[in-house]
């Protein structure tokens, strides 16, 4: 059984930054791409950013120039650093691994944007 674990949810004020870890259970390699989403309170879960097992990255259109996802593959953790973070960023973050037709999903962390 897969498991993700995130971390590195908080609050922090507008502007500033955090960093979201995501360590899985086996190696990353076996993935074809690890990917991070959200849920605002009231909306649906949305694409935030996704790295597939070659480096290739893609973000949605809010999270360029603000947000980088990257990867350990020594640590098996992928990684998504915020900035410049505004109170619209305010949601549970998720963890995702896709593997061929199979997706899995960590149980997320909360980040909280607020003055």
């Known amino acids: 059984q897969v498991q993700l674990v995130e971390s590195g949810g908080g609050l922090v004020q507008p502007g500033g930054s955090l960093r979201l870890s995501c360590a899985a259970s086996e190696s990353i390699f076996d993935f074809n791409a690890m990917g991070w989403y959200r849920r605002a309170p009231g909306e649906e879960r949305e694409l935030v950013a996704t790295i597939t097992v070659g480096g290739t990255t893609n973000y949605a259109d809010y999270a360029k120039g603000r947000f980088t996802i990257s990867r350990d593959n020594a640590q098996n953790t992928v990684y998504l650093q915020l900035g410049s973070l505004k109170s619209e960023d305010t949601a549970v973050y998720y963890c995702?691994?896709?593997?061929?037709?199979?997706?899995?999903w960590g149980q997320g962390t909360q980040v909280t944007v607020s003055s």
């Open positions: 995702n691994a896709r593997r061929l037709s199979k997706s899995y």
